[in-house]
């Protein structure tokens, strides 16, 4: 949407690209992938009906909650107030390392 002039590049992009990596590494495949350049930007616009998980890959639901929380509109993706908000992602929440230990 920048291209058009009626956006702008900022930090929730980043974190769109987050979830892209993370989808990837749990799925093996990207998630918004097309033979065009214009077809994938076709497929990031509409990420909402989009965006689909495999059914022959194993992923818990926070795993899941989580990519969905990255791939989504900027206004409520997560990260958008911050890293701490991602920190706390049930996804994150286990007893074999923290944030600070990793």
Request: net charge negative.
């Amino acid at each position: 949407m920048s291209q058009g002039g009626t956006g702008y590049y900022g930090r929730e992009c980043d974190w769109w690209s987050v979830g892209v990596f993370i989808y990837e590494l749990l799925v093996g495949d990207t998630p918004v992938h097309s033979e065009s350049l214009v077809g994938t930007y076709g497929k990031i616009m509409d990420h909402k009906n989009i965006l689909t998980f495999p059914d022959d890959i194993e992923m818990s639901k926070d795993g899941k909650d989580l990519i969905c929380a990255f791939l989504s509109s900027k206004e409520v993706r997560l990260g958008r107030t911050g890293v701490d908000e991602i920190k706390c992602h049930p996804f994150f929440k286990n007893n074999q390392w923290t944030f600070d230990t990793i």
